[in-house]
């Protein structure tokens, strides 16, 4: 079973750049979260999608950032304009729809971006 | 925010030894799950114990949950250099969507050496 695709890796831009990251879920998973992990920190939850719903999005700063899962598999992170402390690792993470299971995430690498 | 607080910060130990890390939360949760973070990678899932069990296994992790004190513990038993890596708790509790919210802690950055 193929794992959460992310891409880029890296990215490095300048402040008041716009960047976008996306994320290919395991197949099959309706739940798709997008994680920001700041360096030394957890991650923290940015917007939780359920098929192409948003489920929670209540941390997004939604003045700069929005997400889209248009139809319920693939997602994009957009940040516009980025400032310097948007640098972090940006995280997708996707579950299975019922069960147990459903409390398990699994995740992509992550890009790391860098804003200069 | 962030809801677990973990301890400590950093641990090193030699292979072989046993590393225990320790996280705190403040609310109630549906159940706390300890993830792995290699280097430059994403989490991966290591064990999940819900509101109501005490201890659980897997392999050479015992994980622990006293939910009147709203603390866990990660033991890993005969380390080994591979375990290197950062360890998160992650408290999870449901939201007036239906949904369930997963809030991780700070982690516990683990070196083990050969």
């Known amino acids: 079973e193929a794992g959460v695709a992310q891409s880029p890796r890296y990215k490095i831009i300048e402040k008041r750049q716009s960047v976008a990251f996306w994320c290919n879920p395991i197949?099959?998973?309706?739940?798709l979260y997008w994680y920001q992990q700041i360096l030394g920190q957890g991650p923290k939850l940015l917007i939780q999608?359920?098929?192409?719903?948003?489920?929670?999005d209540s941390q997004l700063p939604k003045d700069r950032f929005s997400a889209e899962r248009l139809k319920g598999v693939d997602s994009t992170l957009k940040i516009q304009p980025a400032k310097l402390e948007d640098s972090a690792v940006y995280l997708c993470?996707?579950?299975?729809?019922?069960?147990?299971?459903?409390?398990?995430?699994?995740f992509g690498a992550g890009t790391r971006l860098s804003v200069l | 925010s962030q809801q677990g607080e973990e301890d400590p910060q950093a641990l090193s130990i030699q292979e072989g030894e046993n590393a225990t890390m320790n996280c705190s939360y403040k609310?109630?949760?549906?159940?706390l799950q300890w993830y792995r973070q290699n280097s430059g990678r994403g989490l991966v899932h290591l064990i999940l114990?819900?509101?109501?069990?005490r201890e659980k296994h897997s392999g050479r992790l015992r994980v622990t949950l006293d939910t009147s004190k709203k603390s866990s513990s990660l033991l890993i038993t005969a380390s080994r250099a591979a375990d290197t890596a950062s360890y998160f708790c992650?408290?999870?509790?449901?939201?007036?969507?239906?949904?369930?919210?997963?809030?991780f802690g700070t982690g516990t950055r683990l070196l083990v050496s050969p």
């Open positions: 993470a996707s579950s299975s729809p019922g069960g147990a299971a459903k409390n398990i995430q699994y």
């Open positions: 197949s099959g998973h309706a739940t």
């Open positions: 999608f359920q098929n192409n719903g948003v489920v929670d």
């Open positions: 609310t109630s949760i549906n159940n």
């Open positions: 114990i819900r509101s109501n069990e």
């Open positions: 992650a408290t999870v509790r449901g939201m007036n969507t239906g949904f369930q919210k997963l809030v």
